[in-house]
């Protein structure tokens, strides 16, 4: 192109003859250089440098045939007239052929890098959904062994509590405490989202007092509206059943995340719980329970992000109020696994109120088909310095700390590593109750419950399962292994109690 635009000016500035004997040889210079270009081109694999070729070599038969025409080395006739043009005509549709093939390999090439690009998007996704799984393996993995020196640190500060302490070391072991179990709500709630997250919970069917529920709950939380100065009020309509079936653990779960929220963002005022029937069924119970609170209330945020986990509306560093920020999605997610609804509204500075609509199951009779005997309530027909437990625990602390509980009851007291320990104990000594921990070396407390059943005269032995999973299902695979009943730690000093005078006490030896 260059040499081109200079033989052009020296059409114009030198003389016309050799400007044309100067395009002359360059036209012959370009048909070469070209044709070479598209040779080496076809040689490398461009695949449309073939019609290129044969266009050229055609465009240049047709001049090179009407050229000897034209000097009368061929007779002039209609092919020879015409072979410019005819091999024009053939260039033009063979370069149209090789644009067409052009505009098709690149069609390839981009359906090409598209499945490229779909495999390792597909790659990815799959090694984020493992990086997620893994997550919420190890969070699960955490917070259960987090539960076992948990368990100590509770059971050991509740021991303190029973003892004279002077004003200053009562205070500290209040506090301290009270800060234990602050820290294992929030691993009890991050073990929940995990489950949550990972499908592994699934409702029970089972039956529980609605009037207990509550009571439990006034019980709980009273104490802490007093220290704030609140009010807390719970209204419970009396024509309400007492006894219902459902799955009592998830929906007093739920209520604990609502009322904490209320307690939480509440100053002055006062907290209240409503409790009502939501409509009218044959076979089950429309509960709606509301709670409301005065506290500074909020504007809902227009993206649904509030029952979002790990969203909190206020998330600078300068946050009034703190949290992990996954009460109201654990509470969503509880409610929608049984079978229920969840709704709020909120105005600032004019409080909350939460409503919670749950199906219900009124009970039904069933045949009692376990061989073991059920628990049972009532006065003690004996006194805890005639019974002897039997502990089986791997864990020191946790062992220690049992251990001191049922002396503090007066309970005789034998302790056992594992579960081939725990068998040999039951062999040679009178044993009125066995609380046993699930996961042992030498031998899981699964293993041993099954075996010590075998054992002449425990057919029949209360064995109690104080373990620190806590898994939806857990409990079921407890009984299912010939357990008696099933305590989650960190177990309280009251729970323990209640439970071996059930167990225990109330049964003659």
Known sequence: MGCGVGVMTLAVAASYGLALRLATYLALLFTVVIFIAGVLAWLRGMRVARYFIIA????????????????????????????????????????????????????????????????????FNQELANSNRLKDEFLATVTHELRTPMNGVIGSLELMQMLNLDGELAHYQRTAAGSARDMMRMVNDILTLTELQAGRLYPRRELFSLRGLFDGLRAQYAPRAAEKGLRFILELDESLPDTLEGDAAKLTQSLHCLLDNAFKFTLYGEVRVRVSRAGSADE????????????????TPADGKLYQRFHQLDGSMTREYGGLGIGLAICRQLVDLLGGDLSHESQPGQGSCFRLELPLAMPVQRAVTSP??????????????QCCVLIVED???????????LLKMGYQVRTADNGAQALDVLRNEKIDAVLLD??????????????LRNLPGCQTLPVLAITAHSHSGDRERCLAAGMSDYLAKPMKFEQLKHLLQDWVLCREG
């Open 56 to 123: 050229w070599s055609a465009f240049l038969a047709g001049g090179v045939i009407n050229t000897m025409m034209v000097l009368g080395y061929l007779p002039n006739m209609f092919l020879t007239m015409y072979a410019s043009q005819i091999g024009s005509a053939l260039e033009v549709a063979l370069l149209s052929l090789a644009l067409a093939d052009r505009i098709n390999a690149m069609k390839e090439e981009r359906a090409r890098i598209l499945q490229e690009a779909s495999v390792k998007l597909e790659a």
């Open 284 to 299: 089950t119970l429309p509960l709606r329970i509301e709670v409301i609170d005065s506290g500074v209330g909020f504007t």
């Open 372 to 385: 073991m005997p059920p628990r049972v309530s009532g006065p003690a027909l004996r006194e805890p310095e």
């Open 438 to 451: 699930c996961q042992m070396p030498v031998m899981d407390g699964f293993a041993t419950c099954r075996a």
């Open 395 to 405: 864990n020191a602390i946790n062992q220690l700390v049992t251990r001191g509980m």
